[in-house]
């Protein structure tokens, strides 16, 4: 989420905002309201009326809406998620682009333990370089997720009482 501008962002939750039932015709009208009165002004009073149109159906509108901000760029972008965070907060804290690195940096960490378990107890030991290995990874769990040092620590606890 930190490396993705609100443009990428707005690309990856379109899916998820036009789905069936996600904002309510209620939500959509106070956003495109928010972005169309509010400092600084996203949408023209005429880009307004077009995506408040009720003889289009909503995906139709969010989609042209969403399309169009998109286009004019990161600011537009950004002040749509303001909105957004303003009249369907709930809706906001799920959306695909906020949940997406929590459970990869998990997955990563405990790749990264498994793969480093796998290595010091798979390979044959070696008297010259594996201590000092063990005295180096034994620091790792410091730059490690915390849910993943726990285990790390456990495979390593035996073999540091002997150093």
Do not use: W
């Given at each position: 989420?930190?490396?993705?501008?609100?443009?990428?962002?707005?690309?990856?939750?379109?899916?998820?905002?036009?789905?069936?039932?996600?904002?309510?015709?209620?939500?959509?009208?106070?956003?495109?309201?928010?972005?169309?009165?509010?400092y600084?002004?996203?949408?023209?009073?005429?880009?307004?009326?077009?995506?408040?149109?009720?003889?289009?159906?909503?995906?139709?509108?969010?989609c042209?809406?969403?399309?169009?901000?998109?286009?004019?760029?990161?600011?537009?972008?950004?002040?749509?998620?303001?909105?957004?965070?303003?009249?369907?907060?709930?809706?906001?804290?799920?959306?695909?682009?906020?949940?997406?690195?929590?459970?990869?940096?998990?997955?990563?960490?405990?790749?990264?333990?498994?793969?480093?378990?796998?290595l010091?107890?798979?390979?044959?030991?070696?008297?010259?370089?594996?201590?000092?290995?063990?005295r180096?990874?034994?620091?790792?769990?410091?730059?490690?997720d915390?849910?993943?040092?726990?285990?790390?620590?456990?495979?390593?606890?035996?073999?540091?009482?002997?150093?």
């Amino acid at each position: 989420m930190t490396d993705q501008t609100y443009c990428d962002r707005l690309v990856q939750d379109t899916p998820f905002l036009t789905g069936q039932g996600r904002l309510s015709e209620q939500q959509v009208d106070r956003i495109i309201l928010q972005l169309n009165r509010y400092y600084p002004q996203v949408l023209t009073n005429k880009e307004a009326e077009k995506f408040r149109n009720p003889k289009a159906s909503l995906r139709v509108r969010l989609c042209d809406l969403l399309s169009h901000l998109q286009q004019r760029g990161e600011r537009h972008c950004q002040e749509f998620y303001r909105a957004l965070y303003i009249h369907a907060q709930p809706l906001h804290s799920h959306l695909p682009s906020r949940c997406t690195p929590r459970p990869m940096s998990f997955l990563a960490g405990l790749g990264l333990a498994a793969g480093l378990a796998l290595l010091l107890y798979c390979c044959p030991p070696d008297p010259k370089v594996l201590p000092g290995t063990r005295r180096i990874l034994a620091f790792s769990p410091v730059i490690i997720d915390r849910h993943v040092s726990r285990y790390l620590l456990a495979f390593l606890a035996d073999d540091l009482r002997g150093l």
